[in-house]
């Protein structure tokens, strides 16, 4: 399972926005549309128990899953607790999809900074 933050990342990385790499037949909507399929999706994959929520077990197993180092690990475990916004030691699905949006949002801030070759701003 490759990570939607990962494939975020790597669309932000482009010079030019996302939208504008998508075919012209492609909507700004089907995007989006897409990318919440997506986030279902992964979620569904890390919630093994299919409880609709995320426990760090789950959690831990999806970052083993992925090849990362124990440093990268013990940081990622660190921002479950950041993702856990009512603080039951579960990722539910809303939470999940909110951390996806705050990614999105920090990411483009950051590549509009980049581009205007400014600080970025909260």
Do not use: H, W
């Amino acid at each position: 399972m490759k990570s939607t933050f990962f494939v975020i990342c790597l669309l932000a990385a482009s010079a030019s926005p996302v939208f504008a790499a998508a075919p012209s037949n492609i909507s700004r909507q089907d995007i989006a549309v897409s990318a919440e399929r997506e986030d279902v999706s992964e979620f569904n994959q890390m919630d093994t128990n299919k409880d609709n929520r995320i426990s760090k077990d789950e959690y831990l197993a999806a970052l083993k899953s992925e090849g990362m180092s124990q440093e990268q690990i013990d940081k990622s475990m660190k921002a479950f607790d950041q993702i856990d916004l009512n603080s039951d030691d579960y990722i539910s699905l809303s939470e999940y999809r909110k951390f996806m949006n705050f990614a999105i949002e920090t990411i483009n801030k950051a590549m509009k900074a980049m581009q205007n070759n400014t600080p970025m701003t909260k």
